[in-house]
């Protein structure tokens, strides 16, 4: 599974990647860590028992200034030499105070400038079967593009739900059409996320007042597309 900008901020609930502080992704099939390379604010990363079969994913993380917990074991690159693994995640990351569930000492970060390899460039990643790396690019990019479509609706609804409406079927929800440019709907996702934050924070009083307002787009709205047709 590859991960994407969309199951990050899924997983974190935040609005943006520069808003990622701790991402927990135990057990979910990830097979690499390219998005987290924009996550600037990254402080702790749980990545145990996935699919990440190459260390050198590890250059995604490498100017990631805030990473201070990694929890990585249980992965196809931890090899079978411990040593070789634990010493190589920290000559790559000397900023780890713990890795693994187990706290980072001077003396192997001392240690892992001599035994760790370093890392200089991202993973090669496979051709498609029958495709070219073009073609996998593209199926990415679609692939991306639905789970941005599928988070959105479920955020939306999740709102809609809190406000007291009617969830919105799926025909119904054209305002993410994969025919927006990515700017515009990134845009609208990250402002859907922070709706939804904001709303865990206000009262009954506010939430009245959100209920209202949202009626009076929504009247507006219907008028709008009325007078249209």
């Not at 992704?25 to 990363?45: H, K, R, T």
């Not at 090899?79 to 000559?91: E, K």
């Not at 996702?189 to 787009?217: F, H, W």
Request: aromatic share 4%; with cysteine.
């Amino acid at each position: 599974m590859r991960l994407t900008r969309a199951v990050v901020l899924a997983r974190s609930k935040a609005a943006a990647l520069d808003g990622v502080r701790r991402l927990n992704c135990c057990v979910n099939g990830i097979s690499d860590l390219e998005p987290l390379n924009q996550c600037q604010n990254l402080s702790e990363l749980y990545l145990r028992k996935n699919n990440i079969a190459s260390l050198n994913e590890l250059f995604y993380l490498k100017n990631l200034p805030r990473l201070r917990v990694l929890w990585l074991s249980e992965n196809p690159c931890c090899g079978s030499d411990p040593h070789h693994y634990r010493m190589t995640v920290l000559r790559n990351l000397p900023s780890l105070q713990k890795l693994d569930n187990q706290a980072v000492t001077e003396e192997e970060l001392s240690q892992a400038l001599v035994d760790g390899e370093e890392i200089t460039a991202p993973p090669a990643r496979r051709k498609v079967e029958n495709g070219s790396p073009e073609s996998s690019a593209a199926e990415s990019t679609t692939e991306t593009e639905s789970e941005l479509l599928n988070i959105s609706l479920e955020e939306t609804n999740k709102i809609r739900e809190e406000l007291g409406m009617k969830p919105l079927p799926r025909d119904k929800f054209s305002s993410f059409s994969p025919r927006e440019t990515d700017c515009s709907r990134k845009k609208r996702n990250n402002i859907l996320n922070a709706i939804l934050l904001l709303l865990k924070e206000l009262d009954t009083e506010g939430l009245e007042l959100v209920q209202q307002s949202v009626g009076r787009r929504l009247q507006a709205s219907r008028k709008k597309e009325l007078q249209e047709d």
